[in-house]
């Protein structure tokens, strides 16, 4: 079955930078496309960014656009998300997602 294990999160300054990564297993990572999406606190779920099987299309929120990038390594079936110039408004729970689902999570906090 797909899984979805997510990692990286934790507590940051603001302008600081977290990795997160999500390794998936139970299906071919290489043929999906693949999504970040978050939820703050007492909020919904916010799309965040996409990428392409290929990795070559990326798309991003305005809200992150230029801080984040988005990247893939199929060899390892691993999806990345580099989050640079953190801001407090980036605290949430980050979940790597294929279609409707999603891991378990893993939270980013920005806070000084």
């Known amino acids: 079955q797909v899984q979805l294990v997510e990692s990286g999160g934790g507590l940051v300054q603001p302008g600081g930078s977290l990795r997160l990564s999500c390794a998936a297993s139970?299906?071919?990572?290489?043929?999906?496309?693949m999504k970040w999406v978050r939820q703050a606190p007492g909020k919904g779920l916010e799309w965040v960014s996409r990428?392409?099987?290929?990795?070559?299309?990326?798309v991003y929120a305005d809200s992150v656009k230029g801080r984040f990038t988005i990247s893939r390594d199929n060899t390892k079936n691993t999806l990345y998300l580099q989050m640079n110039s953190l801001k407090p408004e980036d605290t949430a729970v980050y979940y790597c997602?294929?279609?409707?689902?999603r891991g378990q999570g893993t939270q980013v906090t920005v806070s000084s």
């Open positions: 990428i392409t099987s290929g990795g070559v299309y990326r």
């Open positions: 997602a294929k279609g409707d689902r």
């Open positions: 139970g299906f071919i990572f290489s043929n999906y496309e």
